[in-house]
């Protein structure tokens, strides 16, 4: 599990398809403390380390991974949001966050407000009815609230602060986002569905 809170940017450095999809990716994380396996949540789908180095680590991409996310746009030098797993004890300062992208949304409006941008977006339509105003998404891994929907589309700002720490800050018209929406919308529609 994941709160959506972005500790580093990382930067993709290699890729490599052997069966499946591997990539290295170049960290501040400091490598000693992170076990072989552990969950890492890179733009905000939750990948398991399978090597590590001094500045770096390994991840191995299935291709269903690939077919439902963003990853296929992934190349050398590509910056990406990235999140530990959660420890019992930490901070839940965003919303909590599986690490499961549900879908891929795409940028059709960047705008700056003041010192903030406030990006429009197009969901899927299967999981535009799980966004709802002053609800909560996971955008390439980040906790963000959501300010308006219409249909389809919905919109998020940005503060100066999370553009400065996450990859928001290179946001573009055209960007595909790995979308996972929130885990008591997706309960909370289904229980309305059986009941």
Not at 25 to 43: C, L, P, Q, R
């Amino acid at each position: 599990m994941f709160t959506g809170i972005i500790t580093d940017i990382g930067t993709i450095s290699e890729l490599h398809q052997e069966g499946d999809l591997r990539v290295r990716i170049e960290t501040a994380y400091d490598t000693g403390h992170i076990d072989m396996g552990a969950s890492i949540a890179s733009d905000g789908v939750c990948l398991t380390v399978v090597d590590l180095g001094p500045d770096w680590y390994d991840v191995q991409v299935s291709a269903e991974t690939v077919s439902k996310t963003n990853l296929s746009a992934w190349v050398p030098g590509k910056r990406v949001n990235l999140e530990r797993a959660l420890r019992v004890g930490d901070e839940l300062g965003g919303h909590i966050v599986s690490g499961h992208v549900d879908g891929v949304a795409e940028v059709i409006s960047v705008v700056d407000e003041g010192d903030s941008t406030r990006v429009q977006l197009r969901a899927p339509a299967a999981l535009s009815r799980f966004i709802a105003p002053k609800g909560s998404v996971a955008l390439n891994g980040t906790s963000l609230t959501v300010n308006e929907v219409q249909r389809d589309v919905f919109g998020i700002n940005f503060i100066p602060h999370t553009k400065e720490v996450t990859t928001w800050g290179d946001v573009a018209v055209g960007d595909a986002v790995n979308l996972e929406i929130d885990t008591l919308a997706r309960y909370v529609a289904r229980l309305a569905e059986v009941g």
